[in-house]
């Protein structure tokens, strides 16, 4: 069983969905990715999704466009984040999610890649851009290193599709709210409860719902429905406008402490609010 | 559907199949459109004309500089950095100004098959002068870089050899890029 499965498990025993927040690794750069990472774990971060930025993230809305551009411009590389991964790894437990485009690994060697994420500590790994049909070459390797490879689901995915994806699934499955790309959006579809409770109904591993989601209310309003919230560009919008500040792995904190928060009072659960100041 | 045309035509006009046949090759689909219908042709010699734009780290060429890769979906040649990020291209032919090129034309180079030449946006821009002087065809300045492989392969070739070049747009949407080109230039 992976760190991922364990952590959702242990969740699932007393009914609380997943907070994975998402951030860019070297946006504004990995020192401060270090410090962001651990600071996401303290306030309640179940998983993490770590970012590899790509030049031609085409998946990705202007907000992680722009931190994807900020994180390469300092040299970030798949390289220097399974560094970044194995040095979190001395006194980090969170599962640990990269999220990113094919070229990069591809380049970097699909069985190289899976056995140095593994050895670094990474759990998952989410490609974008590899659909499921094409990543049997990936997740040969995967597989064999005990990695999650982590496929997506859309709004536009036909439940045979849902089927055949869910036969390849680990980890989790990461259904997408919205069909475009990743940004904040004012309100999620009407339809997003049905689409996911359907999925929900034949899968075989958790649902985690990503895309859009922005604020502690929709946070709630997805915990309802789904195994795990997942948020992004909020995160990457505040790094961007605190960056170079001195608050801002606090403030970074105080907004995922927040979604916590939120998360866990939609489901009534213990520590869902503050103690009472004495 | 240019291809088949181009074929019935040249067996039309000279009794058959050319020598060689030259495309420019940005994405591909110019060239693609041309050559399937002859690839069972041996003895028809291909050439993709790649957009060698400014030089080197300042061009589209992504057979003569890319690596094998995967992007938008596809993997084939694709300008590229040595952990995979996207490498920024250039090439006075908007059509051209791409950092990958389709798979079919990279099996083909791996086939050799097709043979792949770079021309730069200046040999480009004397191409569209030569076509317009001398035929009173503008070419479109993706086009324009076949017309300039052949104006440089054309006088190593025997008097009764065929070349056929893929014309596949106007040049009259290039030439204020081209205007301001030559303004540069002097």
Same mark, same amino acid.
């Given at each position: 069983?992976?760190?991922?499965?364990?952590?959702?498990?242990?969740? #699932?025993?007393? $009914?609380?969905?997943?907070?994975?927040?998402?951030?860019?690794?070297?946006?504004?750069?990995?020192?401060?990715?270090?410090?962001?990472?651990?600071?996401?774990?303290?306030? =309640?971060? %179940?998983?993490?999704?770590?970012?590899?930025?790509?030049?031609?993230?085409?998946? %990705?809305?202007?907000?992680?466009?722009?931190?994807?551009?900020?994180?390469?411009?300092?040299?970030?590389?798949?390289?220097?984040?399974?560094?970044?991964?194995?040095?979190?790894?001395?006194?980090?437990?969170?599962?640990?999610?990269?999220?990113?485009?094919?070229?990069?690994?591809?380049?970097?060697?699909?069985?190289?890649?899976?056995?140095?994420?593994?050895?670094?500590?990474? %759990?998952?790994?989410?490609?974008?851009?590899?659909?499921?049909?094409?990543?049997?070459?990936?997740? #040969?390797?995967?597989?064999?290193?005990?990695?999650?490879?982590?496929?997506?689901?859309?709004?536009?995915?036909?439940?045979?599709?849902?089927?055949? *994806?869910?036969?390849?699934?680990?980890?989790?499955?990461?259904?997408?709210? *919205?069909?475009?790309?990743? =940004?904040?959006?004012?309100?999620?579809?009407?339809?997003?409860?049905?689409?996911?409770?359907?999925?929900?109904?034949?899968?075989?591993?958790?649902?985690?719902?990503?895309? $859009?989601?922005?604020?502690?209310?929709?946070?709630? #309003?997805?915990?309802?429905?789904?195994?795990?919230?997942? *948020? $992004?560009?909020?995160?990457?919008?505040?790094?961007?406008?605190?960056?170079?500040?001195?608050?801002?792995?606090?403030?970074?904190?105080?907004?995922?402490?927040?979604?916590?928060?939120?998360?866990?009072?939609?489901?009534?659960?213990?520590?869902?609010?503050?103690?009472?100041?004495? | 559907? &240019?291809?088949? @045309?181009?074929?019935? /035509? &040249?067996? /039309?006009?000279?009794?058959?199949?050319?020598?060689?046949?030259?495309?420019? !090759?940005?994405?591909?689909?110019?060239?693609?459109?041309?050559?399937?219908?002859?690839?069972?042709?041996?003895?028809?010699?291909?050439?993709?004309?790649?957009?060698?734009?400014?030089?080197?780290?300042?061009?589209?060429?992504?057979?003569?500089?890319?690596? +094998?890769?995967?992007?938008?979906?596809?993997?084939?040649? !694709?300008? /590229?950095?040595?952990?995979? /990020?996207?490498?920024?291209?250039?090439?006075?032919?908007?059509?051209?100004?791409?950092?990958?090129?389709?798979?079919?034309?990279?099996?083909?180079?791996?086939?050799?098959?097709? @043979?792949?030449?770079? +021309?730069?946006?200046?040999?480009?821009?004397?191409?569209?002068?030569?076509?317009? @002087?001398?035929?009173?065809? &503008?070419?479109?300045? @993706?086009?324009?870089?076949?017309?300039?492989?052949?104006?440089?392969?054309?006088?190593?070739?025997?008097?009764?050899? !065929?070349?056929?070049?893929?014309?596949?747009?106007?040049?009259?949407?290039?030439?204020?890029?081209?205007?301001?080109?030559?303004?540069?230039?002097?």
């Amino acid at each position: 069983m992976t760190r991922i499965t364990e952590t959702f498990a242990a969740l #699932q025993s007393h $009914g609380e969905a997943a907070l994975i927040p998402y951030i860019t690794a070297g946006d504004p750069d990995l020192e401060v990715t270090f410090r962001l990472v651990h600071e996401l774990a303290r306030q =309640g971060a %179940d998983l993490i999704e770590l970012g590899v930025p790509f030049s031609d993230p085409m998946a %990705d809305g202007p907000t992680h466009q722009r931190a994807a551009e900020r994180a390469l411009r300092r040299g970030t590389s798949l390289a220097r984040v399974l560094d970044l991964v194995q040095n979190l790894r001395r006194t980090l437990s969170v599962p640990l999610i990269l999220f990113t485009y094919y070229n990069p690994i591809f380049r970097y060697g699909g069985e190289r890649f899976a056995r140095d994420a593994r050895q670094a500590g990474v %759990d998952g790994v989410l490609c974008v851009d590899l659909p499921p049909e094409e990543a049997n070459e990936l997740k #040969q390797e995967t597989d064999r290193h005990d990695l999650d490879l982590i496929f997506l689901l859309a709004p536009t995915s036909s439940l045979s599709r849902v089927r055949t *994806v869910l036969t390849r699934a680990r980890g989790f499955v990461y259904y997408v709210a *919205v069909t475009g790309v990743t =940004g904040a959006r004012a309100t999620l579809p009407p339809d997003l409860g049905e689409m996911v409770r359907r999925i929900r109904a034949i899968s075989p591993v958790p649902v985690g719902v990503g895309f $859009g989601i922005s604020s502690p209310e929709q946070a709630a #309003q997805v915990a309802s429905i789904a195994d795990a919230v997942i *948020v $992004g560009s909020a995160l990457s919008q505040i790094i961007e406008t605190y960056s170079g500040q001195p608050d801002l792995i606090e403030r970074v904190g105080a907004f995922v402490s927040g979604l916590k928060l939120a998360i866990r009072r939609e489901r009534n659960l213990p520590g869902a609010d503050p103690s009472p100041p004495e | 559907m &240019i291809g088949r @045309e181009a074929r019935k /035509q &040249i067996r /039309q006009r000279e009794r058959r199949l050319p020598d060689y046949l030259i495309a420019c !090759v940005g994405g591909g689909s110019n060239a693609m459109g041309l050559f399937t219908a002859f690839l069972a042709d041996s003895e028809v010699r291909m050439i993709g004309v790649e957009a060698g734009g400014l030089g080197e780290g300042k061009n589209a060429a992504s057979i003569a500089g890319g690596h +094998v890769g995967v992007l938008h979906g596809s993997k084939s040649y !694709v300008l /590229q950095d040595e952990t995979g /990020q996207i490498r920024d291209t250039h090439s006075l032919a908007p059509g051209l100004d791409y950092p990958g090129v389709g798979p079919e034309l990279s099996y083909l180079h791996d086939q050799r098959r097709v @043979e792949y030449v770079t +021309v730069s946006d200046h040999q480009a821009v004397e191409g569209m002068k030569l076509l317009a @002087e001398t035929e009173g065809i &503008i070419p479109a300045l @993706e086009s324009a870089h076949a017309v300039a492989y052949a104006a440089l392969l054309v006088p190593r070739l025997r008097s009764d050899q !065929v070349v056929l070049i893929n014309l596949s747009g106007r040049g009259d949407k290039d030439l204020q890029g081209v205007a301001r080109f030559l303004g540069e230039l002097h």
